[in-house]
């Protein structure tokens, strides 16, 4: 229960008690994956699929941020109260010994007016917002 209504999973994806499909990752695409939130904060660390040990970090105001997916990879990276044109997102990638493709995954990052200083490689971002 969640909120006084309750969800089911499908095939396709969780469902509302009213038969509507959900949106897991808030991209205004419903019946995707769900994914959690991890934290927030000016610097965060995890290990993502591979276990590389991910560090992401923010500078010059705001905080970060980050949502994974069940594969332990971030799906979405969120600025929140970033200064524009002055906050800088940054990382870094450890590898985990011979068991790694050395770069890891970022689905979306929402800067929010700040800089993305994650460079390619390590990080892979699939989409960017400003």
Same mark, same amino acid.
Do not use: Q, T
């Given at each position: 229960m969640l909120g006084g209504a309750s969800k089911r999973t499908t095939p396709s994806g969780v469902v509302s008690a009213a038969n509507q499909m959900l949106d897991g990752d808030f991209d205004r %695409?419903?019946?995707?994956?769900?994914?959690?939130?991890?934290?927030?904060?000016?610097?965060?660390?995890?290990?993502?699929?591979?276990?590389?040990? &991910?560090?992401?970090?923010?500078?010059?105001?705001? %905080?970060?941020? &980050?949502? #994974?997916? %069940?594969?332990?990879?971030? #799906?979405? &990276?969120? &600025? %929140?109260?970033g200064v524009p044109n002055s906050s800088v997102v940054f990382g870094r990638l450890t590898p985990r010994e011979r068991q790694t493709d050395l770069a890891t995954d970022i689905g979306l990052l929402l800067l929010g007016g700040a800089q993305n200083a994650l460079t390619l490689p390590p990080f892979r971002i699939a989409r960017a917002i400003p």
């Open positions: %695409v419903p019946g995707e994956d769900f994914i959690g939130y991890f934290g927030r904060g000016n610097r965060l660390i995890y290990s993502d699929r591979n276990g590389d040990r &991910v560090r992401l970090g923010i500078a010059r105001g705001g %905080v970060l941020e &980050v949502f #994974r997916g %069940v594969d332990r990879e971030a #799906r979405i &990276v969120k &600025v %929140v109260g």
